[in-house]
């Protein structure tokens, strides 16, 4: 999986549909739980801004509908790379890439930031997904870390279509940390690193054979204000 939502949330007053954030380029390493050819390592764009209500933060996209709390209601849509081929023939076809749409917000707050996002696969799966996730802000000179709790629910569909588990839902916690060092002028060094910890449904798969998933991902960006 990509990196789930690494927070670096550009919360700033309304600026049009000016860009502010960050755009780059970086090398995402995102295996799945089951075993699969090849490593899941590619070369991606980096994105994390807002422009007007549209928004990117890595791999989750979408469009602010309407404000709530400390944040708002947004339109969401995330690119997970969950599809894989597995290693084993006997073990089935080629899994597609998942295509989730759902809901969700984001509140940041003085004591850190909030997401709470559900959605429907309308791919392949047809399975439904959650996410809940706490993040907070440590700045350290030019370095600013961004440790993150969180858990996600995948439903039993689509722990059946990705994991060829019948009849059981997961819910995988997980933690990451975010750091961002600035390189001079408007050029930023990201990365992020995650583990994730399946489930114990997950982990019963003959398709499986880690208890873990380690992401990591580098990028380098500039920043529009």
């Given at each position: ?11 700033s ?21 089951a ?71 984001l ?29 907070a ?15 996600e ?31 001079g ?16 449904t ?14 990591n ?9």
């Amino acid at each position: 999986m990509a990196p789930a939502a690494a927070l670096h949330a550009q919360q700033s007053a309304d600026t049009g549909w000016r860009i502010d954030g960050d755009i780059g380029a970086g090398v995402n390493a995102t295996p799945t739980a089951a075993h699969a050819r090849g490593n899941g390592t590619t070369a991606i764009p980096y994105l994390n801004f807002d422009a007007g209500p549209l928004f990117a933060r890595i791999d989750t996209f979408g469009v602010k509908l309407a404000p709530a709390g400390a944040g708002s209601i947004e339109l969401l849509t995330r690119v997970l790379s969950d599809g894989y081929t597995p290693a084993s023939a006997a073990a089935g076809g080629h899994r597609r890439d998942s295509l989730p749409l759902g809901l969700g917000t984001l509140q940041v707050t003085s004591f850190g930031a909030l997401m709470a996002n559900v959605y429907h696969d309308v791919g392949k799966s047809g399975g439904n997904l959650a996410d809940l996730m706490y993040g907070a802000e440590l700045p350290a000179g030019e370095l600013t870390l961004y440790p993150q709790l969180g858990a996600e629910y995948r439903s039993s569909a689509y722990v059946r279509y990705y994991d060829g588990v019948s009849g059981h839902a997961a819910t995988n916690p997980y933690a990451a940390l975010f750091a961002e060092c600035h390189l001079g002028g408007s050029w930023y060094l990201n990365a992020n690193l995650r583990r994730t910890w399946l489930d114990r449904t997950i982990r019963s798969s003959p398709l499986v054979r880690r208890a873990t998933l380690d992401a990591n991902l580098v990028a380098v960006s500039y920043r529009f204000k």
